[in-house]
């Protein structure tokens, strides 16, 4: 359960990212309005406690020439996370 807050935050900081966002509305939501806005073209989150997952949501294109749609199982590559900004 150390993890939920982490988690939590990062929701939340999605969240703070949509104009008018409501911390009611389904992460779903708060994804696709992400993808509208153009701040992303695509996103996966999934939230989990420490006995199961309790919710995943994708939004937007994992191609965005194809225009292939975002899966809940995409794999991204990251890099050098301690460098994020």
Same mark, same amino acid.
């Given at each position: &359960? @150390?993890? =939920?807050?982490?988690?939590?935050?990062?929701?939340?900081? =999605?969240? +703070?990212?949509?104009? +008018?966002?409501?911390? *009611? @509305?389904? =992460? *779903?939501?708060?994804?696709?309005?992400?993808?509208?806005?153009?701040?992303?073209? +695509? *996103?996966?989150? =999934?939230? *989990?406690? @420490?006995?199961?997952?309790?919710?995943?949501?994708?939004?937007?294109?994992?191609?965005?020439?194809?225009?292939?749609? &975002?899966?809940?199982?995409?794999?991204?590559?990251?890099?050098?996370?301690? @460098?994020?900004?």
């Amino acid at each position: &359960m @150390k993890l =939920l807050p982490v988690v939590a935050c990062l929701v939340f900081g =999605l969240a +703070g990212h949509v104009r +008018g966002a409501d911390p *009611a @509305k389904p =992460l *779903a939501s708060v994804l696709q309005q992400l993808v509208d806005e153009h701040l992303v073209a +695509g *996103a996966v989150v =999934l939230v *989990a406690d @420490k006995d199961r997952v309790l919710e995943v949501s994708a939004a937007g294109e994992a191609d965005m020439v194809t225009h292939q749609p &975002m899966p809940e199982n995409a794999v991204f590559w990251i890099a050098s996370m301690s @460098k994020s900004l």
